[in-house]
């Protein structure tokens, strides 16, 4: 099978000083402050007491934009969304500044308390281990985050937290990038590897894209449990399974699974593998969502057999793409991404593989 190409978070607020522009008033205004306009009066300097109309300085006045985008997570460390998110807004001409909060667990329900109470926060970033606890922190949830049970952006709006998972919008993009164009052809079956936040996201999309029968599979087999308890409302149409991770058992659904996306996080490393080369059968779609590698063993291995297989830097451009766009309205170029995601690799851009090579 052809592999197909293309793809894949201060200084406190200061307000404007000025006084209000007297002339605002209709032209037709006939009151006694307008009489008295000509003398160098305004209405202010008429005000009784009683009045509804306050005095200019204590009228609202623009605020200036909400700069401080905190990413929130424990442990942090600078990492490549974080890169690409920096430049992605300068070259914008965002006033967005990024900046680092680590909170404990116990610790986000006050860290949100303080991004909700200030208007100099546009919203916050969250990473792991917070995304499965953001959800009920929100004021509002996406269909998305609320589909999924993880909230990897929270959008601020008149001190309401909007919770979204962009994570979503890259692994469609990631998974249209290695199915076939036409979705009617799209296949049913599918094999999940991982259950943290990624395999989470994974799952949504497949059952919002109409799978009828995926497997996931965890070292930790509660934890894939957990996941799949996580979607047995949504997932009643069809057959969604948890199964403990062995060989033997990999082997006989990978037979019928069509569909093979690793979110276990193993292939970072070069060498590495979540599964035995031997055990991939011919012609296999296959999504490795690792970001720091053009190919991985996995991809390597379903090539050869034929298969058509795609890396994690599409996903990851997607939904970097998503975010910028709910926190500062617009996202640059394509190309301006994926530039920066090359320099925060450290690759050149024309190695940055986006469908793996």
Known sequence: MAEREGFEPSEEETPFNGLANRRT?????????????????????LAVPGSTIAPSHLRSVPRMPATRLPIIGYPLAPSALEGVLRTALAET?????????????HQLADALKAVRADDDFVGALIASPHKEKAPPLSDWLSDDARMSGAVNVLARTDGRLRGYNSDLDGVRAGLTSVLPRVKGRWPRNAVVLGAGGGARAVVAVLIGAGFQHVVVFNRHLHRAEGLVGHFARAARHMELRARPWHDAIIEAELARAEVVINASGIGVEEGESPIPEELIPQDRFVLDLVLNRSSTPLMEAAKARGGTVANGQGAFLASTAATL??????????????????????VPEEGLAVVGD
């Open 93 to 105: 001409g965002s006033p967005i500044q990024i900046e680092q909060r680590e909170a404990r667990p």
């Open 25 to 45: 008033r209709p032209l037709c205004d006939l009151s006694s402050a307008a009489a008295d306009d000509s003398m160098g009066l305004g209405p202010d300097d």
């Open 325 to 346: 766009k709910l926190l500062a309205g617009a996202a640059p170029e394509a190309d301006v991404l994926r530039a920066a995601l090359a320099t925060e690799l450290g």
